[in-house]
């Protein structure tokens, strides 16, 4: 049994940053494709980033490059968001993803297998 465990949430103003942390738990973590999506009501969930198993190629929305980073720590069995020159936009409910298998659509949610419960982000004026 898989388990994605997201946290580092919270109230931030606009310009400041926030880290997400996601433990993942259950099996081979290396092995992994990890993604982060996030999502406000009455709205799909939307790619934020990702980053594929056993390498360091990343990838992000249009809307987050620049701003935001994606990392793992394999040892840890965990995977990262730095978000910094947060706006006001980036509020939403953020969510981790992982699928066993590499694959190149990581924008795309039916790519994924297995998601954490999700944290909020709220970045106010």
């Known amino acids: 049994q898989v388990q994605l465990s997201e946290s580092g949430g919270g109230l931030v103003q606009a310009g400041g940053s926030l880290r997400l942390s996601c433990v993942v738990s259950?099996?081979?973590?290396?092995?992994?494709?990890m993604g982060w999506f996030r999502q406000t009501p009455g709205k799909e969930r939307e790619f934020v980033a990702a980053?594929?198993?056993?390498?360091?190629?990343?990838y992000y929305a249009d809307s987050v490059k620049g701003r935001f980073t994606i990392s793992r720590d394999n040892a840890k069995n965990t995977v990262y968001l730095q978000m910094n020159s947060l706006k006001l936009e980036d509020t939403a409910v953020y969510f981790c993803?992982?699928?066993?298998?590499?694959?190149?659509?990581?924008?795309?949610?039916?790519?994924?297998?297995?998601w954490g419960q999700g944290t909020q982000v709220t970045v106010s004026s």
């Open positions: 993803a992982g699928s066993p298998r590499d694959s190149t659509l990581v924008s795309t949610t039916t790519t994924y297998d297995y």
């Open positions: 259950g099996r081979t973590f290396s092995a992994y494709t």
């Open positions: 980053i594929r198993w056993m390498s360091t190629m990343t």
